[in-house]
Nanobody
Framework: QVQLVESGGGLVQPGGSLRLSCAAS????????MGWYRQVPGKQRELVAA???????NYADSVKGRFTISRDNGKNTVTLQMNSLKPEDTAVYYC???????????WGKGTLVTVSS
């Protein structure tokens, strides 16, 4: 089992920045992808950004150039730096870990990001 704990959400004005962090603990296979997803009421959860243990990244088109995902493999942490935030970025953000070669797809409880003036 893997536990994921997110931190860093909150209220920010449009154009501002926030940094989300997620720490994973438990039985973790080295080959994995960590990512951030977000969800607003009435809509499906969507991928924001993901990063493999090798450092390959994938971003949603809506956040390219504004958000940066990074990870520390030694500490099993992933960070999402969010700049130039827009009201449409308001959502609950969830941390995710998927194993590459083993069964395992884990979620954190989520952290709320609100972008509003």
């Amino acid at each position: 089992q893997v536990q994921l704990v997110e931190s860093g959400g909150g209220l920010v004005q449009p154009g501002g920045s926030l940094r989300l962090s997620c720490a994973a603990s438990g039985t973790i296979f080295r080959s994995n992808t960590m990512g951030w997803y977000r969800q607003v009421p009435g809509k499906q959860r969507e991928l924001v950004a993901a990063i493999t243990n090798g450092g390959s990244t994938n971003y949603a088109d809506s956040v390219k150039g504004r958000f940066t995902i990074s990870r520390d493999n030694g500490k099993n942490t992933v960070t999402l730096q969010m700049n130039s935030l827009k009201p449409e970025d308001t959502a609950v953000y969830y941390c995710n870990m998927k194993f590459t070669y083993a069964r395992g797809d884990y979620w954190g409880k989520g952290t709320l990001v609100t972008v509003s003036s």
